[in-house]
């Protein structure tokens, strides 16, 4: 683990930290230019950005905290440190498309195709952030027997679940940005959200989590729930796309 990279006097530049910001970066970059591409100012995608990193923080925060309650029951103040550790990619995620739908609004911008544009570059971000949970320790799976893909951590062998996490999503990232999806509005952010539902559900199974109902983590329920709303959302517009092209 390397959860400082490096160190000048009292500045510290910190893994976690530091790929995060790449990720943000990079995707924003790209997604600027898809944007302007496709006929929207790309400054939209620069404000809405800004609001959703807060949105996620808070978001990702607030979700982990009531999933692990357990840890600040006696001690509350501790659950609006983020130092302390602890954010879920899932409550980010729920918080930031509330964030994008009162955007959108805002702006009198189309959701679906602001959402169509984020979807591949969040999933870039995303792909490059877990590197930096695996630089940094953290989101680590369950302890496995010394081999070529397990890596030593916390005083074990484990599974490398944020290279999972990483590899995955950059395949996503792959697959939506070299599909044409401009006829169906939409389908790129649901398919999105469908992939990362799948991909997430199989890597519990190898990621450490401290609490399980009836066999299965509060990520997976989570994503199955997901998967189901997504799916039946998915259906109603391909309704809608039939019709059109009729």
Not at 43 to 52: Q, S
Not at 60 to 81: C, H, K, M, P, W
Not at 176 to 204: A, H, N, Q
Request: aromatic share 18%; proline share 2%; with cysteine.
């Amino acid at each position: 683990m390397h959860p400082i990279l490096f160190q000048f006097g009292n500045f510290t530049v910190r893994s976690w930290g530091l790929m995060v910001m790449l990720g943000i970066i990079v995707g924003v970059l790209l997604a600027m230019r898809e944007a302007e591409k496709k006929g929207i100012n790309p400054e939209h995608i620069i404000d809405l950005t800004i609001i959703l990193i807060i949105l996620g923080v808070v978001g990702a925060r607030v979700v982990y905290v009531l999933t692990n309650f357990s840890e600040y029951r006696n001690n509350i103040g501790l659950a609006f440190s983020v130092r302390s550790g602890g954010l879920a990619w899932p409550g980010a995620f729920l918080f930031a498309l509330i964030g994008t739908i009162l955007f959108v609004r805002w702006r009198k911008l189309s959701f679906w195709k602001i959402a169509d544009i984020l979807s591949p570059y969040i999933a870039l971000g995303y792909s490059i952030g877990r590197i930096g949970c695996f630089l940094n320790g953290c989101c680590f799976g369950k302890i496995t027997e010394k081999s070529w893909w397990s890596v030593y951590m916390l005083g074990a062998y484990r599974y490398p679940t944020q290279i999972y996490a990483s590899i995955a999503s950059f395949f996503i990232f792959l697959f939506l940005v070299t599909r044409s999806w401009d006829d169906k509005p939409g389908k790129r952010f649901l398919t999105y959200i469908i992939l990362y539902c799948i991909y997430r559900f199989i890597v519990e199974f190898f990621r450490y989590n401290a609490r399980y109902i009836l066999g299965l983590s509060v990520a997976q329920w989570g994503m199955l729930g997901t998967l189901v709303v997504t799916s039946v959302i998915l259906y109603g517009k391909s309704i809608e796309w039939k019709r059109g092209q009729a």
